[in-house]
């Protein structure tokens, strides 16, 4: 958690982005926002599409992945292993994430689905985000 902290006061929404603004029912009003963070890749679909060029750039994140933690501890014989932790780590979190399409849409952003997947899918699954809500 402390990790969690140092990323989020140096600017960096590990797991989720808080902040202030405009309401989208009543835009005079500014209200707080948190959003959902976390992802290495740009968006949940390149952990949960399985298509071949997917793939291929699941893999090239990988040895990036890979190529970064050899740098910083190369003297690592886990690399493989801790990578495969990480990527899992991630799309456990893009399984609970929400789409592009409602990310976007100001109707689910203010919907009951978007606050359930918060409180409800988010604490369930993988117990990633639950200590968010509890």
Known sequence: MSQTGFLH??????FFDFGVGA?????EYNIAE???????????????NTDGDTLEIQDAYKLLM?????????ASTDLHQRVAAV??????LAEVSLSRTAVTSRISI?????????????????????????
């Open 110 to 134: 203010t919907s009951t689905r978007a606050r359930y997947v918060l409180t409800s899918d988010a604490s369930v699954a993988h117990g990633i985000v639950g200590w968010l809500v509890g």
């Open 34 to 48: 948190l959003d959902q963070g976390g992802l290495g890749l740009p968006d949940r679909d390149y952990y949960l």
């Open 87 to 92: 990527f899992r780590f991630e799309k456990g």
């Open 9 to 14: 006061h140096n600017g960096i929404p590990a």
């Open 66 to 74: 890979e190529t970064l933690l050899a740098q910083v501890e190369p």
């Open 23 to 27: 309401d989208f029912k009543r835009p």
